[in-house]
């Protein structure tokens, strides 16, 4: 018998459905249940879904709750506040914190095996939250990280250079904020540095990278500004690793997990390039960093463990 293969996803905020369309196009699995404190909007996003079956194949998509979360594989969890125009990632801890606890409860006592994926802001304070407060192994408890933001810099990089993006391997690594760190000292095009180096008849121009970083790191508020909110490029970030996962693809993404020690940091959740498969974050791979890498990677560390401080007592950290 061909074991169903589900998916949950808790919100259906603009994150939750635009992840919910991308697994859904995708086919990645037979099952789709979407949970909300508000029902009735699931119900109607899982109805708009289903009506595309003849487009995309027989996937069920359907609104239920925790308890019915209890099947799945792989929990998406998009749930609590937005970031709103003018506000950082990290003001919103004190929101999300309480919908959270009330979500990891759930699903510890209904679904203790599932790998789950936070996509929720701050997404570094809110995994290493799930992965203190949740009885799975932290393994098992995986951010996005700074996959968005990875995604976003080889595709500004390919448009520099004119270029596919996905023939460019370069990683933002750290926090998913305003402290993320850009590896230029390992960014490659085709095995050729991008570092100093004349690529595709283009010299290197140390200003205009650092001019297309900060369109990297300020490109959600920029968006948010606009249209209000981001949601597809997450959404396609969150079905790559879930594909990663139910297909054991063994791939190397920049998905935030607690570090243990790597280049000399423990006990925060940060993204560094890590093998992610069917148990969740398998192993981490560790590029060399330049000295001034390792000291803004630390520097990304202390703000986030300093945003752990200001919750501490309040919520059990």
């Not at 925790?66 to 801890?93: C, F, H, K, N």
């Not at 304070?125 to 949740?134: A, V």
Request: glycine content about 8%; charged content about 20%; hydrophobic content about 45%.
């Amino acid at each position: 018998m061909i074991q169903k293969r589900t998916i949950g996803i808790i919100g259906t905020g603009h994150v939750g459905v635009a992840a919910a369309y991308a697994v859904f196009i995708a086919g990645l699995c037979s099952d789709i249940i979407l949970v909300d404190k508000n029902h009735l909007q699931a119900e109607g996003e899982a109805m708009d879904l289903m009506h595309g079956q003849a487009f995309a194949g027989s996937v069920s998509v359907r609104a239920g709750t925790y308890e019915d979360l209890a099947v799945a594989q792989v929990v998406v969890i998009a749930a609590g506040a937005a970031t709103v125009a003018g506000e950082s990632r990290l003001t919103l801890l004190s929101r999300n914190v309480e919908v959270f606890s009330e979500i990891i409860k759930q699903l510890d006592h209904h679904n203790p095996e599932a790998v789950l994926i936070i996509a929720s802001n701050p997404v570094d304070i809110m995994t290493c939250f799930c992965q203190l407060h949740s009885r799975r192994p932290n393994a098992r408890v995986i951010g996005t990280g700074t996959m968005l933001d990875t995604a976003r810099f080889r595709a500004l990089l390919g448009r520099h250079y004119e270029v596919d993006p996905r023939s460019i391997h370069a990683y933002i690594i750290g926090e998913h904020g305003d402290s993320e760190v850009p590896l230029w000292s390992t960014a490659h095009i085709g095995g050729v540095p991008i570092l100093g180096q004349t690529v595709l008849g283009k010299p290197y121009n140390q200003s205009a990278m650092d001019r297309l970083f900060e369109s990297v790191r300020t490109a959600a508020y920029e968006i948010i500004t606009r249209k209000g909110y981001t949601s597809a490029a997450i959404g396609l970030s969150i079905v790559r690793l879930v594909a990663a996962v139910l297909n054991d693809q063994k791939s190397v993404l920049p998905v935030s997990r607690k570090l243990t020690g790597e280049y000399g940091i423990e006990h925060v959740c940060l993204s560094i390039p890590s093998i992610v498969g069917l148990q969740g974050v398998e192993n981490a791979i560790l590029p060399k960093l330049s000295a001034l890498e390792h000291e803004s990677l630390v520097h990304s560390t202390d703000i986030l463990k300093k945003s752990f401080q200001q919750i501490e007592g309040r919520n059990g950290f």
